[in-house]
């Protein structure tokens, strides 16, 4: 069986790897989509945080069941699946309250252990997902989709509300895209020119902001005065994770969905005559995985313009490196198995 590892930053490689066989509880998969994350993009740099090598990347994934170690109502061998990427102990106090997705004892597939990119994997059959009329292309785009679902629920998010998204790739795409789907007005912002033509022209995002000088002009003047009532950042980067509040009305939310390295500094005035509100989102739970479905089906999210490019799998060991640079043009990497 082929799989592909990072062997360390900068370095993919085919390698050998040894048929897995299923446990009770487990189903052999067959895969057919992996979705290239900006987790693999950080990893095969360098910057991606709980990480080590060498390692099977891979957790944005569509498969098929070949096999399946149980009986699991409603799951059979020959099913399209998704999978739930993120193995949560179950015995913990989050885990406990129903935040799985944040187990203190968590551990992501392709992040904390060996992922998807190889031929056949085996996984818990309780963390696949069925969805019917969903394509093996959207499958595999049902994770990032959720983590935009699950950051755009804990805000609370309402018609009512100004949404400012920070960061227009694949995750503030999401986040913009589930927003919207509630009724509220959403604005997108980023340094990339192409990326918010992007969200215009192929999203629907009618509202972008390019960050920078007079940004928060541009904000009032789109709103009519009015400063966003809920900001998410989708970036990581530091500084615009430290400098998102600036653009977040007195008495609103702001939601941490990008993860940088190291400490944030705010100043505690500026948030505090605010009454901010702040959240972290992380990850996703299966009812996320559900909402994220449900944008698919009715048409809400068009993710055949979301994937911009689709390759064999045998490029991601050459074509990592061009997949991450700005110049390329790219929002979603599918590749074909």
């Known amino acids: ?23 009770p509880g487990e189903a052999l998969l067959k895969v057919r989509r992996v979705g290239i994350c900006g ?5 095969f ?24 170690e149980g009986e699991f109502p409603g799951l059979q061998a020959g099913d399209a699946v998704a999978v739930i990427p993120y193995r949560h102990c179950g ?10 997705n944040c187990c203190e004892n968590l551990r992501v597939f392709g992040v904390h252990e060996d992922g998807g990119m190889r031929q056949y994997f085996t996984y818990p059959a ?8 969903l394509s093996f292309d959207e499958l595999a785009l049902l994770e990032p989709l959720a983590i935009g679902a699950h950051a755009v629920r804990r805000a609370g998010v309402k018609a009512e509300d100004i949404v400012l998204a920070i960061g227009a790739g694949p995750i503030g795409i999401a986040v913009m895209k589930t927003a919207q789907s509630t009724g509220a007005t959403v604005l997108a912002m980023d340094i990339n020119s192409f990326r918010l033509n992007f969200c215009r022209n192929s999203m629907d995002i009618p509202h972008t902001i ?4 007079q940004a928060k002009e541009q904000i009032l003047d789109i709103t009519g005065g009015n400063l966003p009532t809920v900001v998410f950042d989708a970036t990581g ?27 944030l500094t705010f100043n505690h005035p500026a948030i505090h005559a605010k009454e901010t509100t702040l959240f972290c989102s992380r990850n996703a739970t299966p009812a996320d995985f559900s909402r994220a479905a449900g944008l698919l089906r009715s048409g809400a999210f068009p993710s055949g313009a979301y994937i911009t490019l689709e390759a064999p799998y045998e490029e991601i060991v050459t074509q990592m490196s061009e997949w991450r640079r700005p110049e390329a043009g790219l929002i979603k990497v599918m590749t074909n198995w």
Request: hydrophobic share 40%.
């Open 126 to 133: 309780s963390l696949l997902l069925k969805e019917e009329g």
């Open 1 to 23: 069986m082929q799989g592909i590892i990072c062997k360390e930053p900068g370095r993919m490689a085919f390698q050998a790897l040894p048929m897995p066989v299923p446990r």
């Open 91 to 100: 015995q913990c106090s989050a885990c406990r309250r129903g935040f799985t």
């Open 45 to 68: 740099a360098g910057n991606q945080p709980y990480f080590s090598y060498p390692r099977v990347l891979g957790h944005e994934l569509a498969a098929e069941a070949i096999s399946i």
């Open 210 to 213: 390019m960050a920078g000088y």
């Open 39 to 43: 987790t693999d993009l950080h990893a």
């Open 237 to 263: 980067n530091k500084n615009a994770l430290e400098n998102g509040v600036s653009f977040l009305a007195h008495g609103g939310r702001y939601v941490l969905v990008g993860l940088s390295k190291g400490s």
